[in-house]
């Protein structure tokens, strides 16, 4: 190898080292070359499933990043999300945050089925999910995922209900759930950037067109042309699976819009909307990603890397999941 072929190897390796080694945890680093050499094929069978899923339905991709958020929130990053019910375990895809709205699964078991017959028993499921969010991106910002997380084997429905932000929670709660997860306000309105594409239901945000703070009123902080608007799909009873887009300006595309969206008091959910109404700091953070799109994706995959590494479990703690909606026998 010639000196500068290697010094510019080099010279790259330690531009993503960085975002290579993303914490230290009880059992070792998470890194991005994890599976290099026992299953290098494994990032891009991800890729190219998780991009075919969107081919097939574009709101798929948010589902996954939806995935990996509500599993990362609840007993750490360790796809405790993707248990079903069996045995001693009752599943989180029960929980108020999940139920009749995560999804996505299946296409979690097709890159599950298929790394398996690539490289038994390797990757793991809770490795599966951070790949498969990074890669739901697309258009949008991309990063190195660390990887080397281990599964659960077990789930927590009291943790599910209880650690996931909500759509109708305050603002001062929806930050304290973060905090506990040692995520701060700026990861919390990059991260509530991700609502730049996918849908929400008419059941999330019903209370802001018509009963918002228990008397019987909308929510004036909602735009009331667009409160209108929404209302004709979204009644006082009946509907409550009616999907909206959660950016109507660029649904589908991985962009800024949605916080420039919140600054015309056109945000869908009161969790998106009390960014800008209850604190004068995520407010100030909702202008500067509104006006600068390179910031919004320079942030992002930083706030991202940090949700990733809430607790992992590593080393010879957990399990490499043979199925991820199951423990090994």
């Known amino acids: 190898m010639t000196r500068p072929m290697s010094f510019l190897i080099i010279a790259a390796m330690l531009a993503f080292a960085p975002l290579c080694l ?15 050499r026992t299953c290098p094929k494994a990032k891009e069978i991800v890729y190219s499933i998780v991009a075919k899923a969107v081919a097939r339905e574009a709101r798929m991709a948010a589902s996954l990043i939806r995935l990996h958020f509500h ?11 993707l248990l079903d019910s069996s045995g001693a375990i009752i599943s989180e895809k029960m929980s108020n945050p999940n139920r009749n709205s995560a999804r996505g699964f299946e296409v979690i ?10 490289c038994p028993h390797t990757v793991s499921c809770a490795d599966l999910l951070a ?6 991106t697309s258009g949008g910002p991309s990063w190195e995922v660390p990887l080397g997380r281990r599964d659960s084997r077990g789930a ?3 943790g599910s209900n209880s650690n996931i932000p909500a759509p109708n929670n305050t603002f001062q709660t ?22 730049t594409i996918g849908n929400s239901r008419c059941t999330s945000f019903r209370q802001r067109l018509y009963n918002q703070s228990g008397n019987g009123q909308p929510d004036f902080t909602l735009n009331q042309a667009y409160a209108n608007q929404l209302r004709t799909r979204c009644p006082r009873s009946g509907g409550d699976q009616n999907l909206f887009v959660l950016d109507f300006v660029t649904p589908t595309k ?14 869908l959910l009161n969790s998106d909307q009390v960014l800008v109404t209850k604190s004068a700091v995520s407010l100030q953070l909702v202008k500067q990603y509104a006006q600068n799109n390179q910031l919004f994706f320079e942030q992002f995959p930083k706030s991202m890397l940090k949700m990733a590494n809430i607790s992992p479990l590593t080393g010879s703690k957990g399990e490499i999941r043979k199925n991820c909606r199951t423990v090994n026998s």
């Open 22 to 36: 993303c914490g230290m945890t009880s059992g070792g680093y998470l890194y991005p070359q994890f599976y290099d």
């Open 71 to 81: 599993d990362c929130f609840v007993k750490g990053c360790d796809a405790s999300l």
């Open 109 to 118: 078991d097709e890159i599950k089925s298929a790394l398996e017959k690539e």
């Open 131 to 136: 790949l498969a969010a990074r890669d739901s």
């Open 156 to 158: 927590s429905l009291s």
């Open 174 to 195: 929806i930050l304290t759930k973060f905090k506990l997860q040692g995520l701060d306000i700026v990861d919390l309105v990059a991260l509530s950037g991700s609502h």
């Open 254 to 267: 991985f962009d800024n819009s949605y916080f420039k969206n919140l600054l015309a008091s056109k945000g």
